[in-house]
């Protein structure tokens, strides 16, 4: 599985982006995919996440009310739409596809990332 993040850039308190994050590979054994963050100093966090089977979404609380995760279908592609962007959104998003794959024993769980996309907002 390969995942690949575009869709960042500069932006204004207030403004809009949308990332794209585009699976290719065994995408049939996708579980979900998550956008996460990381800040300059600080953890990698879960911004959203949406499961496959069900199109079932979690989203951050400081993402609440401002950002939607989806997905298309056709395209193998998950979005992230962020509005009302805050300067303290600022930081490297990254896609994330959490793999299940059922063997006799059980179950095994990989996670593939992207190389991130930077999302700078300016006050």
């Known amino acids: 599985v390969q995942v690949v993040e575009s869709g960042g850039g500069l932006v204004q308190a207030g403004g809009s982006l949308r990332l ?3 699976a290719s ?8 995919i998550g956008w996460y963050r990381q800040a300059p100093g600080k953890e990698r966090e879960l911004v959203a996440s949406i499961l ?3 199109r079932r979404t979690n989203y951050a ?3 609440k009310g401002r950002f939607t995760i989806s997905r298309d279908n056709a395209e193998n592609t998950v979005y992230l739409q962020m509005n009302s962007l805050k300067p303290e959104d600022t ?3 990254y896609c994330n596809a959490h793999v299940i794959v059922y063997i006799i024993e059980g ?3 990989f996670d593939y990332w992207g190389q991130g ?3 700078t907002v300016s006050s």
Do not use: F, H, P, R
């Not at 590979?25 to 979900?32: F, R, V, Y």
């Open 20 to 22: 794209s994050c585009v």
């Open 25 to 32: 590979g065994s995408i049939s054994n996708i579980n979900s």
């Open 52 to 54: 496959l089977e069900n």
């Open 61 to 63: 609380d400081s993402a």
């Open 91 to 93: 930081a490297v998003y």
């Open 107 to 109: 179950k095994s769980e």
């Open 117 to 119: 996309t930077q999302v």
